[in-house]
Structure formats: C-alpha cells, structure tokens
C-alpha cells in the first residue's frame, strides 16, 4: 500500500519570496508522483509529475520539484510566488504499471500575501 | 474540447433521499475515475472505469453506492438512502489510455453534496 505525508498543513508567505511545499511517500513498490493545486471551488489541476529520467521536475506556473528516492521526498518550490498561487496544494502517487489511481496527502495550503 | 464536467456543481438532500450525479469526461478518454473529497482532506478513490468495464471499487464504496459507465462515455454515481456522512465534493477524472498520458488525469469541478 502506498501512503502520503505533506507535512505542513498551511504555509504563510509573503509575495515575491520563494516557498516550498514538503511531501514525503511511503510504497513497497516504485511509484510515480504528482503535485496537484485546487483554486477554491474548482476541481484539481496537474502542476507536474515525475514518471522517471531526471530528478528535477518543471512544471506550470514555475513550479519544480525534485524527487528524492533515497530520502521518498518530492517537494514542491517556487523561487517567487504570486497572490494568484494562493491554493491548496495536494500531492499524490500512483504505483507504476497499475491503472494509475491516484493517492493523495491531506494538502497544504499555501496563503500568500501583500 | 471543454474538459471534464460534472452535474450538477451542488446537491442539496435530506438523509434517506437517493442521489445521481454524472461525469462527462473528456472525449477520446477511455479511463474514468470517481473520488471523494471531505473538508480538510486530499481526494480519496472511489473507483476506475476503463471504458465501460468498472475495474476496481474501494472499500469506501459501501452498498450504497453504485456507478456505471454505460457504453464507455459519460458516468453516473448513485447514492441510495442518504446519510450525512456522505456530505462531500465528489470528483470525476478521466485520463487517456496511451502510454505517458495514461498518467495525466484531468478533473472535473466536482459536485458537492450536502446531506441534511
């Protein structure tokens, strides 16, 4: 079984300064791994995803995230956030080979301000 | 192509009341997902279509509970004898079944259910 830990449920930042969103994973099998935003009443939209290759992952918006195998770490940064990237922000993991459902940590939220 | 959507947005009902809500997904998708999402928490699978063969159903999915996907287009999940403790968004993903974009899943708005 696989499970998700980011471990900050909110995280406060002011704009234009860099943030990171911490998210560690737990599987007995190789996994594939995502980063996921939800704007307030919208569904969940795709920031990036590692599937393999390199380690550092661009995504939309300026996002990355690096996988760290050897510590089962993906976390999310943005050297300079914007209000606009106030969200929640969820990662998941799917086991690689399956049919892909996607397993999610609880969120973190992150509140930018002026 | 206008993405997955879901109807209706919000649903209303009193406990013991059935419930339907559908998910259209995005056109050439032959894979289709159902999650539930309560306050607070990250979205919890329900089950996988691939086409319209239901493939898995998590143990969430109590008898209650019933989806169907005929002919491998839109998707219905039913709610029979409401209780409270369904009051949740429930979200539609589809993804297609091609290589590396089998991984892409695309999500719906969601319908949020609230039971009274």
């Known amino acids: 079984a696989q499970s998700v830990t980011q471990l900050d449920s909110q995280v406060p930042v002011f704009e234009e300064a860099p943030v990171e969103l911490r998210c560690n994973y737990s599987?007995?099998?190789?996994?594939?791994l995502f980063w996921y935003v939800q704007y307030p009443n919208q569904g969940l939209q795709l920031l990036l995803k590692y599937l393999s290759g390199s380690t550092l992952v661009k995504g939309i918006n300026g996002f990355e995230a690096e996988f760290n195998k050897s510590q089962t770490s993906f976390h999310l940064r943005k050297p300079s956030v914007h209000i606009s990237d106030t969200a929640e922000y969820f990662c998941a993991v799917t086991p690689s080979g399956g049919y892909n459902k996607l397993i999610f940590g609880a969120g973190t939220r992150l509140a930018v301000h002026p | 192509d206008t993405g997955v959507s879901q109807n209706p947005r919000h649903k209303i009902t009193k406990r013991g009341q059935n419930v339907t809500f559908r998910c259209d997904p995005i056109?050439?998708?032959?894979?289709l997902y159902w999650y539930r999402q309560t306050l607070g928490q990250g979205p919890e699978f329900l089950t996988y279509f691939q086409n319209e063969a239901q493939l898995e159903k998590s143990r969430l999915l109590s008898d209650r509970f019933s989806a169907e996907r005929p002919k491998g287009s839109f998707s219905t999940l039913e709610i029979q004898r409401t209780e409270q403790g369904d009051s949740a968004m429930y979200l539609c993903a589809s993804s297609l079944d091609r290589d590396r974009f089998s991984y892409e899943q695309y999500f719906g708005p969601g319908t949020r259910l609230t039971v009274t």
């Open positions: 599987s007995s099998v190789s996994v594939y």
């Open positions: 056109s050439e998708h032959n894979r």
